[in-house]
């Protein structure tokens, strides 16, 4: 009798540890297998798990992400929130290269912020052909002004209006109209190629950003969990 109290104790004391210190675990492994593509820190990353034990099955309620200047693949952040609901992994696999790599969400959201400076550079770097760039914001419209080369002679001043939206997995810049003033004669055309700024393809905890709002030159960034 007295073997089998002492039994129950210790899986009680391990169950009750199980549960104070599984989602701390579980909190480092989730952000040293994130660390590839973020730069984040210990305290970025929290995990809910009720009870904790329940994380050693792979089962983990909520996983919420909140850091600030993170940077994805080259493009900097200056926000980033991420919640995730009912959440899956294996627990041997993270065991053995002692990460917890998501396999998957049932529901999750994320909104993520880039500033405008962030997005001049990346405009800059994308619309080929222009020099002595110039890009303004002004609400959810985006102007971006530049030299460009005519036939290869002639420099013309170029005018280029448009805004940010989603396209697939891309974020694109779609201009609405472009103005062409060179020589005397001026140019306009409304029918122009968007230009991809950034592929979120691939994007780490399967987040699908699916729109973008601009407000005082901060873009954000809005998406859910894709289980497609």
Not at 160 to 178: A, D, E, Q, T
Not at 185 to 210: H, K
Request: hydrophobic residues 45%; aromatic residues 8%; glycine residues 8%.
């Amino acid at each position: 009798m007295k073997k089998w109290m002492i039994f129950f104790v210790i899986v009680a004391a391990f169950l009750v540890g199980a549960n104070s210190y599984a989602p701390q675990l579980a909190e480092a492994g989730l952000c040293e297998a994130l660390s590839a593509k973020f730069n984040l820190h210990s305290d970025d990353v929290r995990v809910q798990a009720s009870p904790g034990a329940k994380i050693f099955l792979g089962d983990i309620d909520a996983i919420t992400l909140h850091a600030n200047n993170v940077e994805v693949n080259g493009l900097k952040f200056s926000h980033f929130d991420c919640n995730l609901y009912g959440v899956h992994f294996k627990p041997l696999l993270a065991l053995a290269d002692r990460q917890v790599r998501v396999t998957h969400a049932e529901s999750g959201e994320m909104t993520a912020s880039v500033r405008s400076e962030e997005l001049e550079k990346f405009l800059v770097q994308k619309v080929e052909g222009l020099t002595q760039p110039q890009v303004s914001f002004e609400d959810d419209a985006v102007r971006v002004q530049g030299r460009v080369k005519l036939g290869g002679l002639v420099t013309a001043n170029a005018d280029i209006r448009g805004h940010f939206g989603m396209k697939g997995s891309k974020l694109m810049f779609i201009p609405s109209s472009v103005n062409v003033e060179g020589m005397g004669i001026q140019v306009s055309a409304t029918q122009l190629a968007n230009v991809e700024i950034y592929d979120f393809a691939g994007f780490p905890l399967g987040i699908q950003p699916d729109r973008v709002t601009m407000r005082d030159g901060i873009l954000t960034i809005h998406g859910q969990v894709s289980n497609s």
